[in-house]
């Protein structure tokens, strides 16, 4: 996108030493609108490789319950909606659907949906939810040009929109048919930053009213709202103590604050929360440190004694420190603010949630990130951020702190959750968006006077924007004209290297639906493995409609979504009891395990395999985890009773209640007369590679109902206790 | 005997349309029979126990054990309602008949009465160990007692038992006087098997040994463990009688008088007719079976069924619960039928009120708790069929306008909330036009 942007510049320079100057601003608007038209499109179409390589489906696991929700929104209406109990999920304790949700991203698909119908375009929902996520990574790197725009320049701008439409980190999370909630929230997260820096900047209220409105949209779209909510006090904070406080901050924090947490009280699974909350007092706190601020302002301009102030001052804010501390603890002590929750914890402390929480430990997406993600997630943008850091400390201003600080707070927790990358994505954009600008300005600027064109050389780029760039970008070092050139190419190089990465990773990694899987033939040749959905449509074809499935909770949203039967646990791990109790079920022996699925009217169990297919993300990897997170409730289920010296084994080495539990019995039922690979015995477990140990597997309560054709998915029918016995 | 049987089999065949409605869900009463005998003398020796059956009504149809002909079911119908194996001695079954086909016709809801007798052989055994009943394995061992024998034969393997099970169900309303005659074999009934339960016990002195040859180490099973009859309901309601005494179904014991030893009362005739006429009415469903409609609920002043309810909604629950006297459906009036409404635990547990008319109802609050729960009737009563029906009903929470309005408690915030407006409003005002 630079070079787009520098080229350009060498056509127009040389076009218009005789044309007027109002052309040229014309020229560079025509320009940038379509430069950023260009952008606009390519985010869209980027997104599209699932689309046209697998179909217009929907992807993962939660995406389902999107998919399911916004499903009901549109055919029974937003009161039905607010108001709607599933007895589908969960069994027997249900779900309140519209209290545990949060709908930003179901309304806005069903306002599309019902703008589209409107204009007569019958498009059927599906589509809506499957593009969804494109059309919001689109907007969001209108918003990354605004808001480039608003800290450096409008090349800035430009290079950011360019940078974010196509980073892997983003993409990860907004292909088509990833109809999540972070789809519609890093759009919702950039505009209240932006909006807000905008108001810090200006004073204004309007705009510290838009960023609520903001803030308000991200909280109704996602959990990670929590994240606003810290870190503009923080930054606030940041502005207090490096003396930059102002009226400008003071209007946009307390319009943004007051106006944002009401709003956010609005949405049904908030609630009372930012009064109430642990992780939301930080902002309430420095609301209450701006009051003592303007109060102490004030009382120094009443008072013009210095040393009585200095006193009045120590007073005032110890009194004020005392008094929040003692409110946050008398809080605290009688239960009116809630602690902070097991996810909060483990943010701060990567090491919490393996200790105490395993539900959460278990996820994959929240697992420490590795190195080798980061740079497969941001590429040049990694070692190009510190360079825009560097910028952006050289020429320091309200926004460029505000951006500092994001980037550094939001890539610290991308360092904790694997999924928190993409949270840091706009913020690493932007800022290497700032180097990759400034330096492609600098080195220009240098070829320029070369040219003896000084003048228009350094007032185009910044031609729009008062700040005061050129000065501090100093031209220290005595570049030569040549070295200069080398330096743009070699920027160029890595930015086209950008582009290729980028696209490989969409296209290979991330536009996969995981619900219809693909693996290479002997040939090269592309299989695909549908069997979940061959499953679910089954159990949706071939189950009585009150039938209640058991399976571990992955699979929860998808067998409601598309099975359309009841499940006792889903992705919406809010009961860790209920997970605990299908956890021990699946870890139990077949009799023992036969009793809780009896009490807990159990009629299906489903589970996952890969050792036919060689699939590694199936039950008995995941097996442990079920161990664990039963382990955690019902203390009889130990984990080592599973391993053999600490390592967890499925073939003959395997410990004896490994091989007979009821997982491992469920997915290995006659494995052992099958031969998976040509010249390995037969039960030879391919996503494993080794011989199962147990291959004479009787069922006693549960029968084989059906296997999908690859084994991927295997139901049991739970049979009605013995009629004599 | 064979044109006997063939004529026989030719008649149910072309009987077959006809009789295959007889037993079915609104006559539980069983009509065919088939009887199956080890010896053509049993059926004139047991002649009086088949007299009754055919009296009330039955069809019998006796084969010989090892009838090579011998079939349940001929395309997957079942040709009889009822099955009486008097063959303790048969190794194998003639025809398709072995353990399996019989546990698979007690399985699809028909009814078996088998007697074993001393010396019975591994297949008896077998049926019997199905049905949760295991015979002494000593083959050659028969129910010994010294203290409770018959006195007019001296022979203390004639127990004179008098320990029935109370109940009217399964007895009948007129209590058997006499003690019952029994000389067999003794079992005992698996202790994780919950339907089973004894119709006849032994007394506390009685063991199970080989009587003519001296005891050479303790018996195993001794005292009341061991049972001489019992009955097996299975979770589908057939009903399976398991005797260990051929005998005791016998003409000669029916006919006998008995006195018990070391009691004064001495009877003219055994008890064993009695008994055994009064279980086989209730085997074969005479007796004790009852019948339930559909659970029928709604909300108090509606009468449709609602598809779901919301928390603290009243509701009326009712059920029709009728009674097989033999001939006829009769309203069923008992004062202990309970229905749950159960998720994961009964919330609520009330007993049902009867009109008498066989309706049973109720009428209660949902519990505050949301959820997906169920009516649940569970009716276990010792002798009758189970009865087990329940029905699934989701309680939603209160919608976001079924909350009250305005909360009284509340009103000092309200107040707050408008006079922190009117304040504002006057302070604007005065400030800004103030000078």
Redesign the interface.
Known sequence: MAAKKASPDLVNSSFSFKSLKLKTKQQELLLRVSILGLVYVLAFIARLFSVLRYESMIHEFDPYFNYRTTLFLTEKGF?EF??W?D?ESW????R?IGGTLYPGLMVTAALIYWTLRFLRFFVHIREVCVLTAPFFASNTTLVAYFFGKEIWDTGAGLVAAALIAICPGYISRSVAGSYDNEAVAIFALLLTFYLFVKAVKTGSLSWALGSAFGYFYMVSAWGGYVFIINLVPLYVLVLLITGRYSMRLYVAYNCMYILGMLLAMQIRFVGFQHVQSGEHMAAMGVFLLMQVFYFLDWVKHQLNDTKLFQTFLRITVTSAILVGGIALGVGTASGYISPWTGRFYSLLDPTYAKDHIPIIASVSEHQPTAWSSFMFDYHILLFLFPAGLYFCFKRLSDATIFIVMYGLTSLYFAGVMVRLILVATPAVCLISAIAVSATVKNLTSLLRTKQKVPQTGSTKGVGSSKSSSKVTLDQSQPFHKNGAIALLVGVFYLLSRYAIHCTWVTSEAYSSPSIVLAARGAHGNRIIFDDYREAYYWLRQNTPT?AKVMSWWDYGYQITAMGNR?VIVDNNTWNNTHIATVGRAMSSYEDEAYDIMR??DVNYVLVVFGGVTGYSSDDINKFLWMVRIGGGVYPVIKEPDYLVNGEFRVDKGASPKMLNCLMYKLCYYRFGELVTEYGKPTGYDRARGVEIGNKDIKLEHLEEAYTTSNWIVRIYRVK?????? | MMNLSRSVALISLFLLPLLSFSFSVDNPTDRRVLVLLDDVSLKSSHSIFFTTLKSRGFDLDFKLADDSKLALQRYGQYLYDGLIVFAPSTERFGGSLDSKSI?DF??SGRDLILSADTSASDLIRGIAL???VDFDEDSSAMVIDHSSFSVSDGDHTLIAADDLVKSDVILGKTKIEAPVLFRGVAHSL?P??N?VLKVLSASPSAYSANPSSKLSSPPQLTGSAISLVSV?Q???N?RVVISGSLQMFSDRLFRSGVQKAGSPNKYEKSGNEQFATELSKWVFHERGHLKAGSLVHHRVGETDEPA?YRIKDDLEFSVEILEWSGKSWEPYVADDVQVQFY??SPYVLKTLSTDKKGMFHTSFKVPDV?????FKVEYEKLGYTTLSLSK?I????Y??NEYERFIPTAYPYYGACFTTMAGFFVFSFVYLYHK
């Not at chain 2, 949301?370 to 169920?374: A, I, L, N, T």
């Not at chain 2, 989701?394 to 929470?397: A, E, I, K, L, Q």
Request: charged share 15%; hydrophobic share 35%.
């Open positions: 009161y607010w108001n109990f007895s069994y027997p304790l249900g309140i009150d009841t009490s807990l009605p206790p013995t009629n004599r016995l | 546990a007690v399985d199905e049905c949760g698996n994780t098997n339907l097996m299975a979770r589908n057939a779901i998720m994961m949301y959820g997906v729960f169920q699934q989701p309680v939603r929470p919608r976001h």
